[in-house]
């Protein structure tokens, strides 16, 4: 099997979008998926999960000229664990998508 994520969401916040030195781009999103179903006794239940996302170059600068708040968008890539200490000393730690394609869905 191959490390292979696809999801179908809503942007939660304006991507954010920065240059690095060498002029490569980096976009920085979060994606909210839901999930309906019903209980065994009829009650509607509505689950949504929030997801990160990281895309670099071209996928990038795609986000950066055609993705705003609240666009339905398709992505394509995979999922990444990586870990840092933050300002206390505390060691963090990120689930990432990051994304090689993206498809712009809706309006």
Same mark, same amino acid.
């Given at each position: 099997?191959? *490390? ?29 998926? *839901? =999930? ?9 239940? =509505?689950?949504? =999960? ?25 992505? =394509?890539?995979?999922?990444? *664990?990586r870990s840092y200490d933050d300002k206390d000393g505390?060691?963090?730690?990120i689930t990432e998508i990051v994304a090689n394609e ?6």
């Open positions: 099997m191959k *490390n292979r994520v696809q999801l179908i969401g809503h942007v939660g916040q304006e991507p954010e979008i920065k240059t690095l030195d060498a002029g490569k781009k980096l976009a920085n999103l979060s994606i909210a998926t *839901n =999930e309906v179903y019903y209980k065994d006794n009829g009650d509607k239940v =509505e689950k949504t =999960e929030w997801h990160r996302v990281t895309a670099w170059g071209k996928t990038a600068e795609i986000i950066e000229k055609y993705v705003t708040k609240g666009k339905e968008i398709g992505i =394509e890539g995979k999922l990444t *664990n505390v060691k963090r730690y993206v498809l712009l869905l809706g309006k």
